[in-house]
């Protein structure tokens, strides 16, 4: 079993895992108080944040100190980028001339990482290199280590979700014919294209299960806590409350439906016709009633519940929560 394990702060829920990856070790889930990332919190929220994720791990037991986490898509800079086939210096330089147009720090305040993804064996003019480029701002990773170490954990590994989500499912996708995943949180949603061990295109939509609560409280007059409990019993349902659900909730749903569309079209522009194979859903928000009906239909792709639990044995009460925990589970791995 690896030592350390996986955490997961997300802005609405922070899941903690540690597994051999055949059998769950350590699990829990804990709600985050403040319902927002680390880097939009103040210091006395994220003082606060501390005694919740102490008394998770005191929940759970774990005395493993190391750890794994994860910073959300939302506070880094994380793409697929091609470039025409250079060497590796001038790669070097071509990736730094375009973090300083996307990214808004001086380049001594950020943390960059790259990886090749695919570079043409022969090179006759049109071919390009594909990069994914990560760019952390330096106070961010720090805030996450001031953080873990205040509560006596070892950081050993940050990292964004990208990378997790993709690990958390790659015995399920094929390289020959990738997937679109969705992370649908409850800020944001992530969509990537990935096969079993490549990446091929990222996109952050900065809404998720949270903006369709807000949307709900405001059209029914609702508090918060109780559009929670409507969106999840009646769902994205034609049949609930004379299709009013489907009225308020579609928008956004259809707003995510759009970006997938372009990383579709353009996987497929690039291969030449080729198509992605099917959609795994996953994330608190693919729970919600009939969206996966609905994103089958609008995308003409086959759309399964992406669950990083099936085939592992985990204790009954998290058996439903697979989808929660994809980043964790990515993140344990
Ligand atoms: N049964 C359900 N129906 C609809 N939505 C649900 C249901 N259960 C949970 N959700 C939504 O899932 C979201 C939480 O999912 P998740 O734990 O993946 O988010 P998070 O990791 O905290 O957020 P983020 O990754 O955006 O920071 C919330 O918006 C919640 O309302
Ligand atoms: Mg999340």
């Given at each position: 079993m690896p030592?350390?394990?996986?955490?997961?702060?997300?802005?609405t829920s922070i899941k903690l895992i540690q597994s051999d990856g055949a059998r769950v070790k350590y699990v829990g889930?804990?709600?985050?108080?403040?319902?927002?990332?680390?880097?939009?919190?103040?210091?006395?929220?994220?003082?606060?944040?501390?005694?919740?994720?102490k008394l998770l791990l005191k929940e759970i037991g774990i005395r493993e100190k190391k750890v794994v986490a994860s910073i959300p898509e939302s506070?880094?800079?994380s793409r697929v980028l091609k470039f025409p086939v250079m060497s590796s210096p001038e790669l070097s330089t071509a990736i730094r001339w375009e973090l300083d147009q996307s990214v808004p720090f001086p380049p001594s305040e950020v943390e960059t990482s790259w990886a090749v993804l695919e570079k043409p064996e022969k090179f006759d003019g049109d071919e390009k290199i594909s990069v994914y480029v990560v760019a952390v701002p330096s106070n961010i990773s720090e805030n996450y280590i001031q953080i873990l170490e205040l509560i006596g954990l070892e950081p050993v590994r940050l990292e964004n979700e990208i990378p997790s989500l993709s690990r958390a499912f790659s015995s399920n996708l094929s390289d020959s014919s990738p997937s679109v995943l969705i992370d649908w949180g409850a800020s944001g949603t992530n969509v990537v294209v990935a096969g079993k061990t490549k990446l091929?295109?990222?996109?952050?939509?900065?809404?998720?299960?949270?903006a369709m609560t807000k949307l709900i409280a405001d059209t029914f007059g609702l508090p918060m806590d109780q559009a929670e409990n409507y969106k999840r019993t009646y769902g994205f349902s034609k049949e609930q409350l004379d299709g009013k659900m489907v009225t308020v909730l579609k928008p956004i749903i259809d707003n995510v439906i759009g970006e997938v569309k372009k990383l579709?079209?353009?996987?497929r522009d690039e291969r030449g016709g080729n198509v992605v194979s099917k959609l795994v859903l996953t994330g608190g928000g693919s729970y919600l009633l009939g969206l996966v009906p609905y994103l089958s239909e609008s995308l003409g792709l086959?759309?399964?519940?992406?669950d990083p639990f099936s085939g592992m044995a985990v204790d009954a009460k998290y058996k439903?929560?697979?989808?929660?925990?994809?980043v964790a589970v990515g993140l344990s791995m």
């Open positions: 030592s350390y394990f996986g955490l997961d702060i997300g802005s889930i804990a709600q985050n108080p403040f319902g927002k990332s680390i880097s939009a919190m103040t210091n006395a929220e994220k003082i606060s944040l501390t005694d919740s994720l506070s880094v800079f091929y295109s990222n996109f952050y939509v900065p809404v998720g299960g949270s579709i079209i353009s996987y086959e759309v399964v519940i992406g439903n929560l697979g989808p929660v925990f994809s």
